[in-house]
């Protein structure tokens, strides 16, 4: 059985940065891993991903440059780096895991069979 859980989400100021974690169990490392978000009122977000175990990462134009995604194989667990937060960046965040995806179908959150419960980011502005 495949679960996924995220942690490290919270409250903090414009421009500081927070490290959210996705533990999983039952996932291989070299599935396709993703973060997505969802702001109150709005649709959900891609946000990162590392296509299977290929090494390369992949980001939402809003975030390059200021979040870094990453993956700890030996543990399946991955980062997500987030510097020079914004109000904007104020969501709930998911961790996202699929162990079939081809590259073109990264982005789209609909793809990924499971899902983690969220972690609540909030930037005041």
């Known amino acids: 059985q495949v679960q996924l859980r995220e942690s490290g989400g919270g409250l903090v100021q414009a421009g500081e940065s927070l490290r959210l974690s996705c533990t999983t169990t039952?996932?291989?490392?070299?599935?396709?891993m993703a973060w997505f978000r969802q702001a109150p009122g709005k649709g959900r977000e891609f946000v990162a991903a590392?296509?299977?175990?290929?090494?390369?990462?992949y980001y939402a134009d809003s975030v390059k440059g200021r979040f870094t995604m990453s993956r700890d194989n030996a543990k399946t667990t991955v980062y997500l780096q987030m510097n020079s937060l914004k109000p904007e960046d104020t969501a709930t965040y998911y961790c996202?895991?699929?162990?079939?995806?081809?590259?073109?179908?990264?982005?789209?959150?609909?793809?990924?069979?499971?899902w983690g419960q969220g972690t609540q980011v909030t930037v005041p502005s």
């Open positions: 996202a895991a699929d162990a079939r995806l081809i590259l073109s179908s990264i982005r789209v959150g609909d793809n990924y069979d499971y």
């Open positions: 039952g996932a291989s490392s070299s599935w396709t």
């Open positions: 590392i296509f299977r175990n290929y090494g390369r990462t």
